[in-house]
């Protein structure tokens, strides 16, 4: 599958203002995925190694946990 669009990526909040050049990074550690209704996407205690974007659809949670998502996915990436 290809990388999402920039634009789609853009329009996460997170990431309105980010360079072009760290923006692209990201794009590529991107895996698309798709779920069904009633799949279990994450766990309760489980450690976060994933960051949603959704494109489409309805997600809903039991709880919302607050972390610091920048500094998260910024760990995810090589150094530039």
Known sequence: MPAPSRDLIRGVPLFA?????????LAEEFNPRTYAPGDLMAEE?????TFFVIESGEVSTDDVIRVDLLAACRSLLPPL
């Open 17 to 25: 203002e980010t360079d072009e050049k760290f923006l692209g990074r």
């Open 45 to 49: 205690g489980e450690r976060g190694r």
